[in-house]
């Protein structure tokens, strides 16, 4: 049967048989460079038209009709204007650091991509420590902000980038609390090994309402992470023009827009490996019929599916929610979030330990 | 008894508590609304204009310019009482009066010209509410692009009208 995990074993071997090892693993990293960034691209273009015309029909507008059939080559068409236009760069501004700030966003969504298992057996990096690396990686990203924001030599971008350094400090503690919660409950950190404890159903039903409570508060925190609306102090539309990337331009400013929508994806993929079973079909207890036919949907097509739910139920959130102030934003996090996870690490540490889950 | 006395020091945390709850219970309710919204497609209330120009839907208080309108006699009910023009924050309406003579030979206050600078107007609808006797009021008429700045200017009452019977 046709998968992810069958074409790269053929690949392998095929590359095996005509080349020697050292070739064949350059060859393969190359293959799999290349097959990350055509991944990043067609992220970048999916997603930016989903939240558009997400956004549009939640408030009852048509969003983007016009180009192609329903509007579907509108991000094309954006990408080719934001290709063609002139990247500046302020006279003010620190050029090294100003130029580098997009690709060190850019990287650190790239980094992200390792550890996530796309389908059965199909994964880049099976690390042991698959979500240390996560939360150790995703907390880098603020640099990336920081650099852009201190370089541009704008007082906005400094103000934007600050709010942003903030934030992420503050909500990777219950997104690292949240994510503990799974770890607890399976005692493996390997993303692959809490992929496999979910096979006789998710954590989020497996786990009861602590499970859920953990969910809820690491969707929140990734939306704060994200540095996305309800959570958007680092671009603060209204009241920093566009924060950290107020000086870019071009396909610098579309760097850091594809690494906002990268990133998106990448921790909706994550919740889904933790709280959702990754590419893990729909398994109920031993309802042996019920498992099977849920075994002949592909693992990739769940995955995706679960993660496309997830990035929805942001996109949801964005347009719903009214937007915080910076100091509401750090209230929400460390009088409420904060201890309410704690709790419900302790919770979920005497269900572990008591054996009461499923 | 459990009512008897009052647990003070309880008191900030079922605040706490009520609070996450409500939050939790009113964002609730405004995803329940945006997502009523992305599902029923045909509450979308935009109008895609030059494409649908015949079939233009506008809203019932969308206001595009101020007429006078006529009956079939060429009769207004303008008694030119400049309350329009009184009214108009930003100087929009002018009223230029004529003597008339009536039937019985007397002389009477009537309008020559109303004049109204489209350019000027901010569609406040102030003049609309002055207006005592009804003889104002706005059209649903938007497109009033010009090459001439002095085209917006437009004389209201149509040329050779009189004030309807009974209206004072």
């Known amino acids: 049967m046709w998968s992810f995990s069958n074409i790269s074993d053929n690949i392998h071997d095929w590359l095996s048989a005509n080349l020697d090892p050292t070739w064949t693993t350059i060859a393969e990293m190359v293959i799999a460079g290349i097959a990350v960034i055509s991944l990043f691209a067609v992220l970048g273009l999916i997603l930016v038209l989903m939240e558009r015309k997400v956004s549009a029909w939640m408030q009852i507008r048509l969003g983007p009709n016009r180009v192609g059939p329903k509007g579907m080559f509108q991000s094309l068409a954006d990408t080719i204007k934001l290709i063609v236009k002139e990247g500046m760069t302020p006279d003010g501004a620190d050029k090294f650091l100003f130029n580098l700030a997009p690709f060190v966003a850019m990287i650190v969504a790239m980094l992200l991509l390792a550890p996530i298992a796309f389908a059965a057996n199909f994964q880049l990096w099976d690390l042991n420590i698959g979500v240390l690396y996560v939360s150790a990686i995703s907390s880098l990203s603020v640099i990336g902000i920081l650099m852009a924001g201190w370089a541009s030599n704008n007082k906005y971008s400094l103000l934007g980038a600050m709010r942003s350094g903030a934030q992420i400090v503050s909500y990777e503690l219950s997104a690292g609390l949240s994510v503990l919660a799974i770890v607890v409950l399976t005692g493996s950190l390997q993303m692959s090994e809490i992929v496999r404890s979910q096979a006789d159903g998710w954590w989020i039903f497996k786990g009861h309402i602590p499970a859920i409570i953990a969910f809820v508060t690491f969707i929140i925190a990734v939306t704060a992470e994200t540095n996305r609306a309800p959570f958007d102090m680092a671009e603060a539309e209204s009241e920093l023009t566009a924060g950290f990337h107020t000086e870019y331009s071009g396909m610098k400013f579309a760097l850091f827009f594809l690494a906002e929508y990268v990133n998106v994806f990448i921790v909706c993929a994550i919740g889904a490996t933790l709280f959702l079973g990754g590419w893990m079909p729909l398994h109920i207890g031993n309802w042996e019929g019920f498992n099977h036919a849920m075994d002949y949907v592909p693992s990739s097509i769940w995955f995706f599916g679960k993660t496309f739910f997830l990035i929805f139920l942001i996109m949801w959130f964005r347009w719903t929610f009214p937007r915080l102030r910076i100091d509401q934003l750090l209230n929400l996090e460390w009088k409420y979030l904060l201890p309410i996870s704690m709790i419900n690490l302790l919770l979920v540490t005497l269900m572990a330990i008591l054996g009461w889950h499923f | ?168």
Not at chain 2, 89 to 96: M, R
């Open chain 2, 1 to 168: 008894m459990a009512g008897t006395f009052k647990l003070i020091a309880f008191m900030p945390v079922k605040k706490y508590i009520s609070d996450i709850w409500g939050a939790v219970r009113s964002l609730l309710k405004g995803m329940r609304r945006t997502g009523y919204y992305f599902t029923h497609h045909k509450e979308i209330i935009t109008e895609q204009y030059p494409d649908n120009k015949e079939t233009l839907n506008l809203p019932e208080r969308f206001k595009g310019e101020v007429v006078m309108p006529h009956d079939e006699k060429n009769e207004h009910r303008c008694t030119g009482c400049q309350a329009c023009e009184l009214a108009c924050p930003n100087g929009t309406i002018k009223v230029i009066f004529k003597n008339e003579i009536n039937a019985e030979g007397k002389k009477k206050k009537a309008i020559d010209k109303l004049v109204y600078h489209l350019e000027l107007c901010t569609m406040c609808n102030l003049c609309i509410v002055a207006c005592p006797s009804d003889a104002i009021k706005m059209a649903q008429t938007f497109e009033h692009s010009v090459f001439d700045r002095n085209d917006l200017i437009k004389i209201l009452n149509n040329p050779g009208s009189k004030i309807m019977d009974g209206v004072e």
